[in-house]
């Protein structure tokens, strides 16, 4: 008696579409030229810069520092806005 080993199962997998690919399918296809059916998006695919002028790096945030920051400069701005309050008012 022989004995018989199930198949592997499998499994569809999903392309997940490159930047490159989306770039090319705005251009190519007349669908993506417009929104809703209404708005016409022509002029917001002609001035679309390209990836490599909009990525960034991606940069870790120290939640002690930043708020260090943030508070540090709100504080400037509330000091230079009393500063300016007290200021005796410009002769006309």
Partial sequence: MGMQIAAPPSIQVNRVMTYR???NDLMKYSA???LDGEIDLKLLTKVLAPEQEVREEDVGW???H???E???E???EWDQ??????SPPPIA
């Fill in 21 to 23: 690919d989306l770039d």
């Fill in 74 to 76: 709100l504080q400037s």
């Fill in 70 to 72: 943030v508070s540090s």
């Fill in 32 to 34: 993506f030229q417009t």
């Fill in 62 to 64: 120290d939640w002690e």
């Fill in 66 to 68: 930043l708020f260090t």
């Fill in 81 to 86: 806005g009393e500063s300016e309050d007290q």
